[in-house]
């Protein structure tokens, strides 16, 4: 039932880089894209640190960098990612596609607040004595500092708009924000418009910055940010019983989805096949996480099943199935714990045999973004032999006991790395996973 | 082969009441709620117009017991989704752990895990007063942010300890969806699609895909926005698409649709909520059912400016979304009997939308009736799709169209001027939005 669907084309834009290949290697030794926050003055805050994009400008990526020039940091980071992705996948040498049935499906984040404008102009219009906004004065001051082309630039809809104006893609748009989940379910639902057959090919993927004062402040006050401001470098620490929160990330990874037969008549190299996506709802609290990873085991299971995977069998050599899982693994207390428990639960005693490491270890968190590179760094697995390792993690935690791959890459080239699963888990509660093979005709 | 999917319930809160009832009834009667608006004092702006869900206290009466405490961390966007919800629940005729005492799971219709859940948001703005408070305590005198007394670390005087530390949560898009889940336990796929106005017929376009596939047996679909704030007002004030209010008080002779003389649009807060449900399931246990889904369809324009109007007057994008819903609906442009398009009363806009279905539909266009909603309840961006999908099923069910309110003259013969409500044969109805962005959505409808 459906088609099968692979991957010919993958970007991305991160904090260690912008090209797949040379941070995969930094990737591979340990590398750290943690610093001082240097988009505003985090001093007092405490957390001061985060992973930043360094580096980058789009116009090294796109010709008519002009079309885009009032873009916010999503479009930009996407617009370098999809360029990459599109490159690889062959598309700028192919003068036969069809624009309708090329289609984009992607977890971008809302946009940066105009931020000095808006300041200003809610504190102009403060009155203090009725603690309250004086709406007819806010007016008056928001006319005169904000700016219409600045101020769309923030709708969380206008990477999928500067994708498909850069690329002529006239097939189906969407733009989801299911918070840390979002690329991996973009990812996943573009998968299955290309299954159903309502696309031939789609970018997939996601593209977010939250290193701005208020994104910063409220995963403060929501004490999820790792506080290490003295030893940042090694902050993210998933797994590891010290850890204390997240490091916040900023980028963009771009895939293209093709339906393998579509792929195949261009000429086009599939890297991979996407083979499983699941998709479900803790439908808990907003604040925690089902306790058991319910979700998480949910989504698993279910992505396992369309892959047409047992997780509970080995292979003729008795190795599991599953070679490598890309952790959501975000260094909270809470998340790493359940998601190492959700794993043991679809698992079971193979669970601690499966490699599983985060990546957030050295990228940061890339929140609608994470999901769509750390599905990169699975493909690279598969590609290359080598899984990433989980940096940072000094001290082992009772209640994390799988194989982490901590701290070193792993060499897996005898044996292969055939198949691998992608986890993303949102706030509130959406979980998501891929399932990603090596492609075999 | 794929499932066939119904709508079984309908859950609307919007200006023109609370509950599908309203809506319909006020349709037909050619009732506008776009009126002054009373949420504050709109005075500083040029558009003061606005249809405000005025008999909607907030979610608190729309949720357990046990939940209640949750109201305080939900923006009005997410108190609409909530309310649409309970009301689409109840109007299937659903027993989920939203309609049981608290903590019970007995007797639910479906097991959570096969129920998926896909509500379309907007950018929701955060509220100035609350943000503002916070803000004011970490002031400099030329009104820029004082970082270092804003953190509360290395000499900060920790003002931003004056925002509640759930605060984030409360604008967070995706929490429209997580909260109706919580609430009615559905544990299936879940997802938040955020594209302006197109958002809510996205979301349904994937549920539908959702049940169809098998992994789940009943979708919450739909969208909500509350777009009545300062923020959301300047912001399409500057972008130009807004109508500026002058002496009228009575915002529907400002919103024409199709009418090149139309001065522009008003916002409408609304929730949308529809429930999708597998065709053989709902039979199973007896539900009603109001239309059936024939087909489905998105794409994406042709850039103009960024902001998405078709230049040229014909939006290709819309066309296509249209196309791509016919071909899968195994319909062609002769058996659509109405349409329920965006028909905003930007000019620009609309007319690219009326060239796209002239490109679709040809001379046969003007025979078409045309069901307009927005000089009723104004653009309820991501909760357009939502109501408008639920107009078209009380359509179908109904065998009538509701009343039009027009101020004015269509342009090209468009059947979109006034008209009284009147019955009619219908048995496929398209519903299609565009977007701010260029995104765009087509759903078709059959009579059961």
């Not at chain 1, 963009?252 to 998709?279: N, Q, T, W």
Request: proline content about 5%; aromatic content about 6%.
């Amino acid at each position: 039932m459906g088609r099968r669907v692979v991957i010919t084309g993958m970007g991305w834009v991160t904090p260690l880089g912008h090209d797949v290949a040379s941070v995969w290697q930094r990737l591979l030794r340990g590398e750290s894209g943690v610093g001082p926050i240097t988009r505003f003055d985090a001093t007092t805050y405490s957390t001061n640190f985060a992973a930043e994009v360094r580096d980058y400008r789009v116009e090294d990526f796109i010709q008519r960098p002009e079309a885009h020039r009032h873009a916010g940091l999503n479009s930009r980071f996407a617009l370098g990612a999809a360029a990459q992705a599109w490159k690889q996948a062959g598309l700028d040498r192919f003068t036969g596609l069809n624009r309708r049935r090329m289609g984009i499906y992607l977890g971008a984040g809302e946009g940066q607040l105009d931020f000095d404008p808006f300041v200003a102009t809610n504190l102009a219009s403060w009155k203090a004595d009725t603690r309250a906004i004086n709406t007819v004065k806010w007016a008056e001051e928001a006319h005169r500092r904000l700016a219409g082309n600045r101020e769309i630039e923030q709708e969380p809809n206008m990477a999928l708009s500067h994708l498909a104006a850069q690329f002529g893609c006239r097939g189906p748009a969407s733009n989801c924000l299911t918070a840390c989940a979002a690329s991996t379910q973009a990812i996943g639902e573009a998968f299955e418009l290309i299954r159903h057959g309502d696309a031939e090919a789609m970018f997939a993927g996601g593209s977010h910055s939250m290193i701005h004062p208020l994104g910063i402040t409220g995963f403060i006050r929501l004490t999820a940010l790792s506080s290490r401001s003295d030893s940042c470098l090694t902050a993210a620490r998933p797994f590891d019983q010290t850890r204390d929160g997240f490091v916040m990330g900023e980028g963009s990874g771009m895939l293209v989805l093709e339906a393998l037969d579509h792929a195949l008549a261009r000429g086009g190299k599939p890297l991979a096949e996407i083979v499983g996506y699941g998709s479900s709802a803790d439908a808990f609290r907003i604040t925690d996480i089902q306790p058991e990873g319910k979700g998480a085991q949910a989504s698993m299971t279910q992505a396992l099943r369309q892959a047409g995977l047992d997780p509970r069998k080995t292979d003729a050599a008795d190795r599991p199935l599953v070679h490598y899982i890309s952790a959501h693994g975000t260094g909270t207390q809470e998340n790493d714990k359940i998601e190492t428990a959700a794993v043991r639960a679809v698992f079971g005693s193979l669970a601690p045999r499966i490699p599983v490491s985060s990546v957030k270890s050295m990228f940061g968190h890339l929140i609608a973004a994470a999901g769509a590179v750390e599905l990169i760094t699975c493909v690279q697995a598969i590609l290359t032999g080598y899984l990433p390792p989980t940096m940072n993690l000094a001290t082992p935690d009772p209640e994390c006991d799988l194989d982490y791959v901590p701290n070193k890459a792993r060499d897996e080239r005898a044996r292969g790395v055939d198949l691998c699963l992608s986890n993303s888990f949102g706030f509130g509660g959406q979980n998501d996973t891929l399932a990603v093979r090596r492609f075999t005709a | 082969m794929d499932r066939t999917v119904v709508i079984s319930g309908l859950g609307t809160v919007c200006g023109l009441g609370v509950g599908v009832a309203s809506l319909w009834d006020g349709l037909c009667a050619g009732r506008t709620a776009l009126r002054r608006i009373q949420r504050f004092d709109p005075s500083g702006f040029s558009t003061r117009l606005g249809s405000e869900a005025r008999d909607f206290s907030g979610a608190r009466d729309w949720v357990p017991k046990s939940y209640r405490k949750a109201v305080k961390v939900m923006a009005r966007d997410i108190e609409l989704a909530v309310c649409a919800a309970k009301c689409a629940v109840e109007d299937a005729g659903l027993v989920t752990r939203g309609t049981l005492p608290d903590d019970s799971t007995a007797g639910t219709t479906y097991a959570g895990s096969r129920m998926g859940c896909q509500i379309g948001a907007g950018l929701i703005a955060a509220e100035a007063d609350e943000l503002t408070a916070a803000l004011a305590t970490a002031a400099t005198p030329d009104l820029k942010l004082d970082h270092s007394a804003w953190g509360s670390a290395r000499g900060g005087k920790g003002a931003m300890n004056n925002l509640p530390p759930l605060w984030l949560l409360k604008y967070l898009p995706n929490m429209l969806a997580c909260h109706v889940t919580i609430i009615h336990g559905a544990e299936g796929p879940s997802n938040t699609i955020t594209c302006a106005e197109a958002s809510g017929l996205l979301s349904i376009g994937e549920s539908v895909r959702v049940i169809q596939r098998g992994d789940a047996d009943l979708c919450f679909s739909g969208g909500a926005e509350a777009p009545i704030n300062p923020m959301r007002l300047l912001r399409w004030e500057i972008i130009g698409r807004l109508a500026p209010t002058g002496d009228e008080d009575d915002g529907s002779r400002l919103v024409r649709p199709f009418d090149p003389a139309s001065r522009g649009s008003l916002l409408g807060e609304a929730g949308g909520i529809v429930i999708l449900e597998d065709r053989e399931s709902a039979a199973k246990r007896g539900a009603r059912v109001y239309a059936q889904v024939a087909g489905f369809g998105a794409a994406h324009s042709s850039p103009g400016d960024m902001i998405g109007d078709a230049g040229s007057g014909m939006d290709d994008g819309f066309q296509f979304a249209i196309e791509n819903a016919l071909a899968d609906a195994g319909l062609s442009a002769g058996d659509i009997d109405a349409i329920v398009p965006h028909a905003l009363g930007v000019p620009a806009v609309d007319a690219g939308e009326a060239g796209a279905l002239r490109a679709v539909f040809g001379p046969r266009l003007e025979a078409i009736p045309i069901v307009t909603i927005s000089p009723n309840v104004g653009d309820a961006l991501a909760g357009n799709g939502g109501l408008a999908a639920a107009v078209a099923s009380k359509c179908l069910a109904e065998q009538r169209l509701p009343a039009r309110v027009h101020a004015g003259t269509p342009a090209n013969g468009l059947q979109a001027g006034a008209s009284e409500s009147r019955p009619a044969r219908l048995r496929h109805i398209l519903v299609a939005s565009g977007a701010i962005g260029g995104q765009n959505a087509a759903l078709i409808l059959r009579a059961c």
